[in-house]
């Protein structure tokens, strides 16, 4: 299992996923790109079994090491590595991007130094831009397949040429969410290829996330949201919308769970606003911390859109987490969000950049509780039919155990 980094508070669902594969059998080592950013991990983490080996991350602080296992890969595989660094070269040349060689000299580090004797027979890699790279370059150094796992920037940031020619070599491709399998199948089918492409979709532990929402007695009332702080997320466009809940005399207060680039600008604008009497920002939580804001939290609300770059949320884990819980969910339309989130049944959704649309869909779910007691129950169920982990794995492990049953 190829990662960009590991392990990631905002990524509980790759890690999650690995500990069910394991549970499940299927026998995994772990290489990681980066070292984690934070230092500490969801609970769960601590139950992986298999532990993770780093790869060199940059080729200037790491030449020496890269060298050396690249070369001792050339005088095993000879032309054969000539050959694929000679096709690296000329893509690198085409796209202008060092990148490229980047990647293959850690795709020929994986292959030189990590695969032999570890009996892997199949590379897996989470993520289309650098980690399916990576696995590519192993892969065709190797002879041993290669598949990965798409999800929301990784897909839209990407070029779609390249995105296209790991689909056509990959033996499959995953993706979490039909918005995204959608658009991978017209990238396939423009370049002839046939490679399938499975939605599964990232499941939650419903262990933990259990129906238990118990908020105190407004006023005030508690509007939480979780996400990083990135232009997709869209919390100028939620703070907008605090300013006029705010306006409006309303008592509330609006709580943020999570980190990012952008902290700096949101921070300026809560000034600017008025709101700091108003917005509490936590930075990043483990999952127990979340759950517990989710039990006590009036209603959660995301403001995700398409960014200036084409970024976009897949489906969003903390409305399917909220949604287990049974904390109302405010949402825009965006993306896959709306296979999760059915407007006047499972939640409210808005038109994205509508600050305005946001703080009256909120409004209306904090004055009118006992009238969504419904959405409550049926967004429970929803997440219960569709996105429990213990079901959703299963289609993964039977992907994977074909893998290891064909060897």
Same mark, same amino acid.
């Given at each position: 299992?190829?990662?960009?980094?590991?392990?990631?508070?905002?990524?509980?669902?790759?890690?999650?996923?690995?500990?069910?594969?394991?549970?499940?059998?299927?026998?995994?080592?772990?290489?990681?790109?980066?070292?984690?950013?934070?230092?500490?991990?969801?609970?769960?983490?601590?139950?992986?079994?298999?532990?993770?080996?780093?790869?060199?991350?940059?080729?200037?602080?790491?030449?020496?090491?890269?060298?050396?296992?690249?070369?001792?890969?050339?005088?095993?595989?000879?032309?054969?590595?000539?050959?694929?660094?000679?096709?690296?070269?000329?893509?690198?040349?085409?796209?202008?991007?060092?990148?490229?060689?980047?990647?293959?000299?850690?795709?020929?580090?994986?292959?030189?130094?990590?695969?032999?004797?570890?009996? =892997?027979?199949?590379?897996?890699?989470?993520?289309?831009?650098?980690?399916?790279? $990576?696995?590519?370059?192993?892969?065709?150094?190797?002879?041993?397949?290669?598949?990965?796992?798409?999800?929301?920037?990784?897909?839209?940031?990407?070029?779609?040429?390249?995105?296209?020619?790991?689909?056509?070599?990959?033996?499959?491709?995953?993706?979490?969410?039909?918005?995204?399998?959608?658009?991978?199948?017209?990238?396939?089918?423009?370049?002839?290829?046939?490679?399938?492409?499975?939605?599964?979709?990232?499941?939650?532990?419903?262990?933990?996330?259990?129906?238990?929402?118990?908020?105190?007695?407004?006023?005030?009332?508690?509007?939480?949201?979780?996400?990083?702080?990135?232009?997709?997320?869209?919390?100028?466009?939620?703070?907008?919308?605090?300013?006029?809940?705010?306006?409006?005399?309303?008592?509330?207060?609006? $709580?943020?769970?999570?980190?990012?680039?952008?902290?700096?600008?949101?921070?300026?604008?809560?000034?600017?606003?008025?709101?700091?009497?108003? $917005?509490?920002?936590?930075?990043?939580?483990?999952?127990?911390?979340?759950?517990?804001?989710?039990?006590?939290?009036?209603? =959660?609300?995301?403001?995700?859109?398409?960014?200036?770059?084409?970024?976009?949320?897949?489906?969003?884990? =903390?409305?399917?987490?909220?949604?287990?819980?049974?904390?109302?969910?405010?949402?825009?339309?965006?993306?896959?969000?709306?296979?999760?989130?059915?407007?006047?049944?499972?939640?409210?959704?808005?038109?994205?950049?509508?600050?305005?649309?946001?703080?009256?869909?909120?409004?209306?779910?904090?004055?009118?509780?006992?009238?969504?007691?419904?959405?409550?129950?049926?967004?429970?169920?929803?997440?219960?039919?569709?996105?429990?982990?213990?079901?959703?794995?299963?289609?993964?492990?039977?992907?994977?155990?074909?893998?290891?049953?064909?060897?």
């Amino acid at each position: 299992m190829l990662l960009k980094g590991y392990p990631r508070i905002s990524e509980s669902f790759i890690s999650s996923e690995i500990l069910l594969l394991e549970s499940l059998g299927i026998p995994i080592r772990i290489f990681s790109i980066r070292q984690p950013r934070e230092g500490f991990s969801h609970d769960h983490v601590k139950r992986i079994k298999a532990r993770a080996t780093y790869l060199p991350e940059y080729v200037l602080p790491n030449l020496k090491t890269l060298y050396e296992s690249n070369a001792r890969l050339h005088t095993e595989l000879g032309s054969h590595y000539r050959q694929c660094f000679i096709e690296a070269l000329k893509r690198a040349l085409e796209r202008k991007k060092t990148a490229t060689v980047r990647h293959f000299l850690q795709g020929g580090h994986l292959a030189a130094t990590r695969l032999p004797g570890d009996n =892997v027979v199949h590379i897996h890699a989470h993520f289309a831009h650098t980690p399916a790279s $990576v696995a590519l370059f192993a892969s065709e150094l190797t002879g041993i397949p290669f598949s990965f796992t798409a999800h929301a920037k990784d897909i839209y940031t990407s070029e779609p040429d390249q995105v296209a020619r790991k689909i056509r070599k990959a033996r499959f491709v995953v993706t979490c969410t039909a918005y995204n399998a959608e658009y991978l199948r017209g990238l396939r089918d423009a370049v002839g290829a046939t490679t399938p492409i499975h939605t599964i979709y990232h499941g939650i532990d419903l262990n933990l996330f259990r129906y238990d929402h118990s908020p105190p007695s407004p006023p005030p009332y508690r509007i939480l949201s979780v996400g990083r702080l990135v232009e997709k997320k869209g919390y100028d466009d939620l703070l907008q919308a605090v300013k006029l809940l705010d306006a409006c005399g309303l008592d509330f207060e609006f $709580v943020h769970i999570g980190s990012g680039e952008l902290e700096g600008s949101i921070r300026k604008m809560i000034g600017e606003l008025r709101l700091s009497h108003r $917005v509490k920002l936590l930075g990043t939580l483990v999952h127990r911390e979340v759950l517990s804001w989710y039990r006590k939290s009036h209603c =959660v609300a995301l403001a995700c859109k398409v960014a200036g770059n084409g970024d976009r949320d897949g489906i969003p884990n =903390v409305l399917v987490e909220a949604m287990a819980v049974g904390c109302p969910v405010v949402a825009t339309r965006v993306s896959a969000i709306p296979e999760l989130v059915e407007h006047g049944a499972t939640g409210s959704l808005v038109e994205p950049k509508n600050p305005s649309a946001m703080a009256h869909a909120i409004l209306e779910v904090l004055l009118n509780g006992d009238r969504f007691q419904s959405h409550r129950q049926l967004a429970r169920r929803r997440v219960e039919d569709r996105f429990d982990s213990s079901r959703c794995i299963v289609k993964l492990h039977a992907l994977f155990r074909e893998v290891l049953e064909g060897q």
